[in-house]
């Protein structure tokens, strides 16, 4: 099995002036690549704050997170974001005064790929996704919020990482868009080998899923796989 995230006793506690929040208790678990899961749960579980730390965006104060065998206290975690992991969100988070085409080129470019490399890997992921070259040169806001959602899952895969986060990634789509969006994160796990964990409250996104999880009051449990 090819374990790619693995957390031991994770915890993770907000401290205020006033308060002290336990957001996560003692999460155990394990991602492997080439499968897709769906975390679902209550707003206010600690759904967000799993996934938070999931992207290197911040550290457990309590526990322990592996990202392929290392702890997550001992590596780079800018280098992580930007070469292991790729997060979409509900709200796409697409640069507005880019094109279709610009905004998938623009990680590999903050990476010092070629601009020619770049537009090529670009190129080949907005084919994977199902978009069209009248699209290529269209700012995010002349197109639909499905099409915009597949630039940025383009975006995440021209990245080149292993790890997909996706939270509530079909949350502003009607029905149609959403179960396009549920293949290409399907396919991304049985095809391109990604580990894909998806925040999700949609019953249609977590059946697709391989595995499913519940988060309740901090607690993530496995409830099917």
């Not at 206290?73 to 085409?101: C, G, K, W």
């Not at 009248?134 to 899952?153: C, D, F, H, W």
Request: hydrophobic share 40%; aromatic share 6%.
């Amino acid at each position: 099995m090819d374990k790619i995230i693995k957390a031991v006793k994770l915890g993770y506690t907000y401290q205020s002036q006033y308060q002290r929040t336990r957001a996560l208790l003692d999460v155990t678990c394990s991602f492997e690549r080439g499968k897709m899961y769906a975390v679902t749960g209550k707003s206010g579980s600690g759904k967000s704050t799993f996934l938070s730390l999931l992207a290197g965006l911040d550290v457990p104060t309590e526990g322990n997170l592996y990202i392929d065998g290392k702890e997550i206290r001992e590596i780079d975690r800018d280098r992580y974001r930007m070469n292991h992991v790729s997060v979409i969100y509900q709200a796409f988070h697409l640069f507005p005064l880019l094109t279709v085409l610009e905004n998938v080129m623009f990680p590999l470019q903050l990476k010092h790929v070629s601009k020619k490399e770049a537009k090529a890997r670009a190129l080949e992921f907005l084919g994977k996704v199902g978009l069209t070259d009248t699209l290529y040169k269209k700012m995010p806001n002349m197109i639909s919020g499905g099409e915009q959602q597949r630039v940025a899952i383009a975006r995440a895969m021209a990245v080149g990482g292993q790890i997909l986060l996706a939270d509530e990634p079909t949350g502003n789509l009607d029905s149609q868009n959403e179960q396009v969006i549920v293949e290409l994160l399907c396919r991304m796990a049985h095809e391109e080998n990604y580990a894909v964990i998806v925040v999700t409250h949609n019953e249609q996104v977590a059946g697709a899923a391989d595995v499913v999880c519940r988060m309740m009051d901090g607690v993530l449990e496995v409830v099917r796989e």
